[in-house]
């Protein structure tokens, strides 16, 4: 087979790493994720349910970037350092070891670090063809084509609203190190309804969702027209499985049972709505209101409950 057919269709190359890697073939939500991540917006939020494999998609579309483009410019960017370095570290094992991708090992003068590296036929640039950062390191000075978060918002630094201020005053940077015409991509969970994520979308972003869990109808409605248009058209019966080949409906329940409602809808769900509402169980429209005379009050209340 023609390497040219790697080269032009993402969806191939993907099934290329995975076989050289010792996966099982792609998945049908896999490749549908591949195929957003090929031919997604400029700015894109991918939110999928946890172990669908996402962050091994990014690091094969940044190869495929470098197949396509040697000049092409990642950075990196997640929570720690530890994380970003480790997308970093996968990435180079792919180049090094696909036949195919070999060409762009770094050569003997070029960068080769896991924070740093260049591909083999780039050009001399101040900026590596990869780098790596955490969220609160310096990216001032840093420029690319394809900016990747991965897992920017934990629960480490989104646990109060000055926690989740400070990280969107940080992201704010991306665009600043972005060259023309460059392409954000963030890859994340929510963490709280007042999510990162909610907040970009209010800033032009486009997110496209891939819960583990086929949902109803109202459940759909609750995705604000997010919902991957691939699970929407699944066949599948309301509250099972969408990749079977990953996940079993008997795993999934007792990964729900071991979660709680409230983690299983923003870890496998991707819904802050419905983890919302269980976490937070009262409501200020819960709050009963007496009229009472300024002067005087009963001496006793009696509620009465229907």
């Known amino acids: 087979m023609s390497t040219d057919v790697f080269k032009d269709d993402f969806r191939k190359f993907v099934w290329l790493v995975w076989k050289h890697l010792g ?51 990642v950075l990196v960017v997640s929570a720690s350092k530890e994380r970003a370095d480790a997308f970093s570290t996968f990435t180079q094992r792919i180049l090094s070891e696909l036949p195919i991708t070999q060409h762009l ?9 896991k924070v740093a590296f260049d591909v083999g036929p780039a050009t001399a640039s101040h900026a590596p063809s990869c780098k790596s950062v955490g969220i609160t390191g310096t990216i001032t000075g840093s420029r690319c ?49 007042d999510s990162l994520y909610a907040r970009l979308q209010e800033r032009g972003y486009e997110t496209r969702i891939w819960p583990a869990l086929k949902p109803s109808r109202d459940e759909e409605v609750g ?9 929407a058209s699944l ?34 769900q991707l819904s802050t709505s419905m983890a919302d509402a269980d976490r937070y169980p009262l409501k200020v429209r819960d709050i009963a209101f007496l009229p009472l005379d300024p002067e005087t009050a009963p001496m006793s209340i009696i509620f009465f409950f229907f």
């Open 23 to 73: 996966l099982p073939d792609p998945t049908p939500v896999q490749y549908d994720i591949a195929k957003y991540l090929a031919n997604g917006p400029k700015r894109s939020i991918v939110q999928a349910f946890r172990g669908a494999g996402k962050s091994y998609l990014c690091s094969t579309l940044a190869c495929h970037i470098w197949l396509q483009d040697p000049n092409a410019k």
């Open 105 to 113: 090992i770094p050569g003997p003068e070029q960068r080769n670090s």
């Open 145 to 193: 084509d394809y900016l990747i978060a991965d897992d920017v918002e934990v629960p480490n630094n989104s646990a109060t609203q000055l926690m989740r201020d400070k990280l969107g005053e940080l992201v704010k940077e991306f665009d600043s190190v972005l060259s023309p015409g460059g392409r954000i991509i963030y890859l994340g969970t929510p963490q709280t309804e």
């Open 223 to 231: 995705y604000g027209g997010t919902l991957a248009p691939f699970i």
């Open 235 to 268: 066949e599948h019966a309301t509250g099972t499985t969408v990749d079977p080949a990953r996940f079993t409906d008997e795993d999934l329940a007792e990964r729900k049972a071991s979660y709680g409602k409230a983690g299983f809808a923003l870890q496998f």
